[in-house]
C-alpha cells in the first residue's frame, strides 16, 4: 500500500535511466530502492495528512523513527506535497476556482517549469544533494557587509518536505504552552490564554536572550536531541548542511522571528521548539509540583469555613508560562521569593543545559500590578476585572435611559401613524363597498377575497387589542370610566329592574375587572422592576467581591511605539497630524491605496486582541486613511476635497474591468474588526518599510518569483526601502520601534518580475517576502 504512493508516472522511466548512467554508482539496495520508489504504475498525488501521518508512523519501531530521508522525504509524493505547501502560502485569495493558480501541481508541471522532481528524489535517496550549490548569497548595494544567504526554489523545497515531517513527529509531543511554528497555535491564541486562564498573577519576569546566532554547539546539540527519536544519520547530517550553508539560521534575541521576512526559514520555527523541548518539559514539571505542594482546599471546607468566619477565599500556589518561539514569559501567582528561585533555576538551566546566553540585565521580575512588561510586542498589565469590563457611568446610564425614553416616544409615533393609516384604509375601503352597493343591486368580484379581508381586519383588531392592553394607563382610565357611579350597583334599583339585566350586568362587571382592572398588570410591572433592582444588587456585589479578591490580565497596544513608527515613517507631522509620503508618489494611482491598505490592515489583524483596539482604529481609519488621501492629492496636484470628492473616503478605484473595487478598510469595517482572529497574524514589520517601484523601460518577459506561479505576463519592480530615505538604523532604539524591526538592506535596489496578482497581495500584506523566490532577480542596467 505505502508503495503506491510513492509511485511515479510513465514517463519518469527514461529521466532515471539517464540520471542512473551519468551519476556516481551507488550501492545495489540504494538503486533497488529508488527504482521501487519510481515505479511508473500511478499518477503521483500529494498526499492527505491522515495518509502523511502513516507515512510516518509506518517507519516508527523501537522508539525511534528511522531512514525517513530515503523512505519519506525523498519520495515525489511528499516533495509534491510540500511544493503545494509552498504554492499555497504563495497563492492569492482573489483567484478564480478555474484559473490556472487555483489548479493543483503535478509531477510533470514541476519538472517542466521549475525543476526535476526526479533528479531531487535520487539525489536525497542517495544522499547526494548539494546544499551549498542550491543557496544563493545577496550581498549589500554598496558590496560592503556580510552578504545574505537565501535558498532558492529547490531547497526550500527539501526544507519544507523536512519540517512536514518534523511536524508529524513532534507537533503532538509539545507542551500546551508553547505557541509559534504550530498549527492554530499563534499569537492571538497565546494571548487567549493569558487573559482567559492566568488568574491571580503576582509577579512575573520575560526571558530575553543575548543577540547571537546558532554555532556549531548549538547545531550538534540540536542533533543529539533529534536523534533522540529519530535514527537517521542521512537527515541530521542534511540538517547540519543547512546550518553550515546559513540556509537555515536560528537567531536568538533578534525580531525577525515569525515575521516573514527573507532571511527566515520555515524549518527555523519547529527546530526552536525541538531545541526548547527539554526547558518546556522542565517548567511543566514545575508547574505540576507546586500543584502538588500547594494545600488542597475541599469546597465544602470553604463553605464550612465561610458559616463561621464570613467570606472566605482561597488562592492557590500556581506558575504559569508563555513561550512564543525565543520569547518566554513566566508569570506566578505567589510571593517575590518564590519568584526569585524560579528565575534563578530558569536562567540556570538555560545556560548550563541549553546552552544559551540569557541577558540578565532585561530578564528581572516585575510586579504585575504595578509594572507592566513587554511580550509579543504588546503591553501586559494585570488589573481588576472592572477594568477590563467597566461599568457603566452615571452619565453613560442618563444618556442611556434617555435613548430609551425617545425610543419609546419613536414606538408611540409609528403605532399611532400606524392606527390612522389604517383608519383611513379602512374607511376608504367602506366608502368604496357602499357606494358600490348604491350604484347596482349587489357587490360582483371575479376574485373571492372575504377570507382575506377578514384575516387583515382581524390581525388589526388584534394588534391593537394587545397595544391596548400592554399600557396600564388606559387599562386604569377605561377600568374608571366603565366601573365608577352606575346606579345598577344601588340595592334599591336592583330590585326594581328585572333579573336578566341585573345578571347582564354583573357579568358585564366580571369581564371588565378581568381584562380592564390594571392590579395584575400594575404587580407584574413592580415585580419585574424589583427583579431588575435584584439583578443590579447582585451583579454590584459580585464586581465589588471580584475586585477585591481576582486580577486578570490585560493586553494593551503599545500605542506610544506605533505613533513613534507612524510619525518616523512619514504618515504624520511633528504635530500628529497626517501627511504625504512624497516618495510614494512614483507609484500606480491604485498601488498607493494598497500599499496603504496592506499597512492598515495588517495592523488590524496584528491589534485585534488588545483592550485598546479603539486607538488602533483611529491611528487606522484617520492617520492612515488621510495621509493616503494627501499622497494622491500631491502626486495629482490638487486639493484635499477634490481628491476626496474622486475617490471618496473609502479611497474606491477601478478595476480592470472598471467596477469600482475598495482595498482600504471601510469606516464600517473598521468598527466591525474585533477580537475574533485567533490565527497567527502576519505583522506590520515589513509593510513600513518595502516599496516596489515599477520600472519604466520595457523589460522582457519573467516568470513570476511567487513560489510555483507559471505567469511570464509579468511587470519588473525595484524594492525600495523607506529606511534608507529616512536614515534610519533599525538595530537603533534611538532610531526605530522595538518589535517593528525591518528587512536587512540586502535586497535594497533589487528588481523582482512579479505578475500582477502576486503584486496585489504583496502590497495587501496578504504576502510576505518569504512567500517569493527572492533568489530569482533579475539584473537592470
Known sequence: MLLKLFQKPKFISTVSHHLLIETPPASPLKLRHCSTLLNPTTEIEPLTLSALKSIVLSHYHHKKFHNLLQNVIASPSLLLTACHSLKNHANPVTTTPNSPESLPLSLDSVSTNFFSLQELCFQLCENRFDVNSCCVPIFPPTHKGKPLVLPNLKLKVVIEAIRIVLEVIYDDRFVTFSYGGRV?????????????????????????????????????????????????????????????????????????????????????SILINIYLNGFDKKIQELRLKTNKESPKVEENELVSRASVLGSVFYKPLKIYAVRYLDEILIITSGTKMLTMDLKRNVVKYLEKEMELRVDRVQTVIHSAVSEKIDFLGMELQAVTPSVLDPPMSEKAIRARKKYLRQKEVRLLELRNARERNRRKLGEKLFSHVFKKLKRSNGFECDFKIENQVKLIFSNWADEVVQDFLGSVDE?????????????????????????????????????????????????????????????????????????????????????????KAVKMVGFTNHMGRPRPISFLMALEDVDIIKWYAGVARRWLDFFCCCHNFKKVKTIVSYHLRFSCILTLAEKHESTKHETIRHFTKDLKVSGVDGVEEVHFPTEQQVKMVGDGNLSDPKPVDGALTVVLVQLASDEPSYRCIAHFCDHTDTTVYRIRFLQNHLNLNSRDENDWVLGMSSIQNNLHRKCVPICYDHISELYMGRLTLQDIDCTAFVDVD
Open 184 to 268: 492554530n497555535m499563534g499569537r492571538h491564541t497565546a494571548f487567549r490564554y493569558l487573559k482567559n486562564s492566568v488568574e491571580n498573577p503576582s509577579w512575573w519576569f520575560s526571558v530575553k536572550f543575548d543577540h547571537e546566532l546558532f554555532d556549531t554547539r548549538h547545531v550538534d546539540k540540536l542533533c543529539l536531541i533529534l536523534e533522540e527519536k529519530i535514527e537517521d544519520n542521512a537527515l541530521i547530517s542534511l540538517i547540519k548542511r543547512l546550518f553550515e550553508s546559513e540556509a537555515v539560521k536560528i537567531e536568538l534575541g533578534g525580531s525577525y522571528l515569525g515575521t516573514g521576512f527573507p532571511q527566515e526559514c520555515g524549518l527555523s
Open 475 to 563: 387599562q386604569w382610565e377605561w377600568h374608571r370610566k366603565l366601573s365608577a357611579g352606575d346606579f345598577l350597583s344601588l340595592e334599591r334599583i336592583r330590585d326594581q329592574l328585572p333579573q336578566e339585566l341585573v345578571d347582564s350586568y354583573d357579568n358585564f362587571q366580571k369581564q371588565v375587572d378581568k381584562y380592564l382592572k390594571p392590579m395584575k398588570a400594575k404587580k407584574a410591572l413592580e415585580e419585574e422592576k424589583r427583579r431588575i433592582e435584584e439583578e443590579e444588587e447582585q451583579s454590584y456585589a459580585k464586581r465589588t467581591v471580584e475586585d477585591l479578591t481576582k486580577l486578570c490580565i490585560k493586553v494593551d497596544a503599545p500605542i506610544e511605539r506605533i505613533r
